[in-house]
């Protein structure tokens, strides 16, 4: 049996990451961390930010970009490649939905659901890999949602592509390695700019928090780390791999009402 190799690290030094949606909440977190461990980083969103994140004394690059548009992604990434030379690290971290009743909603609503919470991470993933395979291979994290395994009325077609999204996670693994790995971070509650809106007043968010395991929702930073991990070489022999970072998972409704009427 051979050695075990030395300890890996998170350095990321030479390595140039695309992230998508990552100009705020999870995606600037996730840019910031890659920058701290010397990656480049290329940041796209619909609309450029007043601040980009920046970490390490070194900030990332803005394009504009609606990953909803193949034609857009296409270039996007072509525009990346062709600056730095390479591309080894995709993070499909844009993603989203309001709330609407699955009954009322418009087809165009539930397609433009789609694209941006499915089709843009494969229009993605498949122009970066391109990139990739040239380079001797990579790696790509899919932002998931505990949403895509459990009931989520109110954002059903949402849930459905991040379900979906998990599948393509496997699949792409199993046809893309060893060359690239692919693999997920299942998202739980997590406190973002847009918190409020997602959980609603502060004392709606404290009681959401008290129900969690963990006794608080997420960070952005808590998921940054995790996805720092899966493209780091730490975790060289993990693809296909959903990781879940939802501080315990959410406690269902049964298990409350159990506790509440124990011993009666």
Not at 27 to 56: F, H, K, N
Not at 59 to 82: I, K, N, S, T
Not at 99 to 120: G, K, V
Not at 235 to 255: C, D, K, M, N, T
Request: proline share 6%; with cysteine; net charge positive.
């Amino acid at each position: 049996m051979p050695a075990p190799a030395p300890l890996a690290s998170l350095d990321l030094a030479g390595k140039v990451a695309i992230v998508t949606g990552g100009t705020r909440g999870i995606g600037a977190a996730i840019a910031r961390a890659l920058l701290a461990a010397g990656a480049e980083v290329a940041v796209c969103a619909r609309a450029a930010p007043a601040e980009l994140p920046a970490a390490g004394g070194r900030q990332a690059r803005f394009h504009a970009c609606d990953v909803r548009r193949h034609e857009a992604v296409a270039a996007f990434v072509e525009a990346v490649g062709v600056a730095s030379g390479r591309i080894d690290l995709l993070v499909n971290n844009a993603g989203g939905a309001p709330a609407a009743a699955a009954l009322s909603a418009s087809p165009r609503f539930h397609e433009a659901i789609l694209a941006l919470n499915l089709a843009a991470p494969v229009h993605m993933s498949q122009a970066a890999a391109r990139w990739m395979m040239r380079g001797g291979g990579g790696a790509i994290v899919n932002i998931g949602s505990v949403a895509g395994s459990r009931p989520a009325p109110g954002t059903a077609v949402y849930s459905a592509a991040k379900a979906g999204l998990l599948s393509l996670t496997r699949s792409l693994a199993a046809e893309w390695g060893p060359a690239i790995r692919v693999n997920a971070i299942v998202v739980g509650l997590v406190a973002t700019e847009g918190a409020e809106a997602a959980y609603g007043s502060p004392a709606a968010r404290a009681a959401i928090a008290a129900a969690l395991p963990a006794r608080r929702m997420g960070l952005p930073e808590d998921i940054a780390m995790g996805t720092l991990f899966l493209l780091s070489p730490m975790a060289a022999y993990v693809s296909g791999a959903a990781l879940e970072i939802a501080g315990g998972g959410e406690q269902p409704l049964f298990l409350d009402l159990v506790a509440r009427h124990a011993g009666g």
